[in-house]
């Protein structure tokens, strides 16, 4: 099921790109877009202490060959199971980075990219709080956390001024108590500004 709404997905963001006929991607444009999906697999109340979400926000900033700077913060929440609750984890973390155009169609209504970033922020268990509910006391610290990101991304102009995202990523972070590895995989829209 899954296969068929990214490759439905796919094939609309080529049949409605040759819509879009003004000048894409051109050194100095910008673009403030906004990013939501899920980490670690998808959520749904069956697995909520299995996965997360994620939301965020950056600005864009393209160079030569549709390669492009992005900077911007993400909040990050997932759920690990504890008996009969669950134990809540977010991250805040703001990132800069580059991300390399390696493959795009002729008007560039399409383009492929991956990109690595530096992430750095703060990570939250359990709202701070020690002790939980049967009075087990809470190991995990709340902290700093840093590292970097790789992904891979997808942009598809749906009109001269609003672009399709669709990313893969792999978050990589030190200073963790909760797992240094975690994927996102996600859907986004990003406005060009000027």
Not at 158 to 179: A, F, I, K, N, S
Request: aromatic share 14%; charged share 20%.
């Amino acid at each position: 099921m899954r296969a068929a709404v990214i490759i439905i997905t796919v094939v609309l963001c080529f049949v409605v790109s040759d819509k879009s006929h003004a000048q894409r991607v051109l050194p100095g444009m910008q673009g403030l877009q906004i990013t939501s999906g899920m980490v670690d697999g998808i959520w749904s109340k069956d697995n909520r202490n299995e996965s997360g979400y994620y939301f965020g926000a950056a600005m864009a900033t393209y160079g030569r060959n549709a390669n492009k700077w992005i900077f911007g913060a993400e909040y990050l929440r997932w759920d690990y199971a504890y008996e009969n609750d669950y134990i809540p984890v977010k991250q805040f973390t703001g990132e800069g980075g580059f991300y390399y155009n390696f493959l795009s169609s002729p008007g560039k209504a399409v383009c492929f990219s991956i990109g690595a970033s530096a992430l750095m922020g703060y990570e939250t268990v359990n709202r701070g709080e020690k002790l939980l509910s049967d009075g087990a006391t809470l190991q995990n610290d709340d902290g700093f956390v840093y590292g970097g990101a790789i992904t891979l991304e997808m942009e598809s102009y749906l009109t001269d001024r609003v672009v399709l995202l669709l990313t893969g990523r792999e978050r990589m972070l030190q200073g963790t108590t909760t797992g240094h590895f975690h994927v996102q995989f996600g859907i986004g829209l990003k406005f060009i500004i000027n």
